[in-house]
């Protein structure tokens, strides 16, 4: 992966965060920067293409409750 030097104006208080984070946990702050600028790189990516999504038809409108309810389900299975 080449990397590229740059610039950026923070916020004192997020920098001091990751000073502290990178204390911390024994990583170099740089790496904090550049998971975040990863972050938002795959967050504004956009594509030309449709994306083939199933779409699932249970007859009826699923409701708040069973859809909190499948992912505990998924969740404790899990573990």
Do not use: C, Q
Request: no cysteine; glycine share 6%.
């Amino acid at each position: 992966m080449a990397l590229k030097k740059t610039t950026v104006m923070v916020d004192e208080n997020d920098l001091a965060l990751v000073k502290e984070a990178a204390a911390r946990e024994g990583r170099p702050e740089s790496e904090y920067f550049r998971e975040a600028f990863h972050l938002v790189a795959l967050r504004t990516r956009r594509w030309d293409e449709d994306w083939d999504i199933p779409e699932l038809d249970f007859g009826r409108p699923v409701t708040a409750e069973e859809i909190d309810r499948a992912v505990g389900d998924g969740v404790a299975g899990a573990e």
